[in-house]
């Protein structure tokens, strides 16, 4: 979760969060992008002084090069390993050994949500400045002609990312703290609702986001030596209505408060309700040999919730700045210290939403055993079995 920041002439990527709907594949971009080329050289003299489109975006003004460093060097490998390794959890959590738990299709919209917020903030946020770092501006060009699209499909990913976090948690809350009433609470089809619903919610709340930004023209930068589009705010984003309602009130309540509020609340239950089970579990010990499979299970409840609490942990430590600067931007901060803390919050967003897979791997046996199955390729009917017959 990102606050805002203002739209600069090159598009200083705003990421109210940070993260497919109707996107153009690469290829076809770069044929539309020859195409437009051709067609700019004919159009050349409509691009002067007298277009006021144009006025002010005859020069390409560089990022800042603590923007260009963390979001177009370091942040690059981040997302690529980010993006292999969601599709990858996605595929796991979808296999039918995992699925059978209910708890999972969670995780797996959550990998799904991740991958849309790395993708478009690659395309928003790292393209644009890696393409300067390598003065390769048909990067930039790139970046810059998605971005209207991207930024919508970026900020509902994030949406979508914020409440499966907080949606896993209310599950996992059912299950350990009422575990007597969640057979009659979480049927699968009162799950798939509930997922369904917070998908329909993420889109619907941002919708409007995809009508913020659009590009005012293709102008030729002379420092530069090459036509780019400029990005500009469209009157909804400029409204000042819209800007105290959304930004001001809703934005801060519906993807701060209220997640922050819920997950830690929630999760403190749990983690009392684990600690309580692990005290029980001592003293039955001491009176008595429990049955060997009620331990194990009960052992995998416990590695379970402490997963959950883990990711929670992580989404909460690299989302705390984006609620720090979104204060600061109700407030109408600004400034270099400002700008620091957006490009460091951005960063810290890429990061949670590449990480994931170090909590699964560490905390669920089954995740680790299928990601092994995945890794060697064995895909066989004998791999399956072998498969099945451990994680069962």
């Not at 684990?274 to 040999?289: I, K, L, W």
Request: net charge neutral; hydrophobic share 45%.
């Amino acid at each position: 979760m990102v606050p805002s920041d203002m739209i600069s002439t090159n598009y200083t990527a705003p990421l109210g969060m940070l993260s497919n709907s109707t996107s153009t594949s690469i290829s076809e971009l770069a044929n539309d992008l020859i195409t437009t080329t051709q067609l700019l050289t004919a159009e050349e003299d409509s691009c002067n002084e007298l277009n006021t489109s144009c006025v002010c975006h005859t020069e390409y003004a560089s990022y800042e090069g603590l923007e260009t460093l963390m979001l177009g060097l370091i942040a690059v490998p981040i997302i690529m390993f980010g993006i292999m390794a969601n599709v990858t959890s996605m595929r796991i959590f979808t296999h039918r050994i995992m699925s059978s738990s209910s708890i999972n299709w969670y995780l797996a919209v959550l990998s799904a949500s991740d991958t849309l917020i790395l993708v478009s903030a690659f395309f928003v946020l790292s393209l644009p400045r890696f393409g300067e770092y390598l003065k390769w501006w048909r990067a930039n060009y790139i970046s810059y002609s998605v971005t209207p699209y991207m930024y919508g499909l970026m900020m509902t990913a994030q949406t979508c990312s914020v409440f499966m976090t907080v949606g896993v948690s209310v599950h996992r809350y059912i299950g350990v703290c009422h575990p007597y009433k969640s057979v009659e609470w979480l049927p699968k089809k009162r799950v798939t609702s509930f997922i369904i619903g917070l998908l329909t919610f993420s889109v619907l709340f941002n919708t409007t986001r995809f009508f913020e930004v659009h590009i005012s023209n293709v102008c030729y930068r002379e420092n530069i030596d090459y036509y780019m589009p400029s990005l500009q705010p469209t009157a909804l984003r400029l409204d000042d209505f819209y800007i105290q309602i959304f930004f001001g009130w809703a934005y801060t309540i519906v993807m701060y408060v209220i997640p922050f509020t819920l997950l830690i609340a929630l999760n403190s239950m749990v983690l009392a309700a684990v600690r309580r089970s692990r005290r029980m579990h001592m003293v039955s010990q001491c009176g008595a040999e429990s049955e060997e499979f009620s331990k194990k299970a009960e052992r995998k409840e416990r590695q379970t919730s402490i997963m959950l609490i883990a990711i929670v942990l992580l989404f909460i430590f690299c989302n705390t700045l984006a609620f720090v600067c979104n204060i600061i931007e109700n407030m109408g901060g600004d400034g270099p210290l400002y700008r620091t803390l957006v490009t460091t919050n951005n960063l810290l967003v890429i990061i949670n939403a590449s990480c994931n897979i170090c909590v699964y791997m560490l905390f669920s046996d089954k995740y680790r055993m299928l990601l092994r199955y995945y890794l060697y390729c064995d895909w066989s009917r004998q791999g399956e079995l072998l498969v099945s017959s451990v994680l069962t």
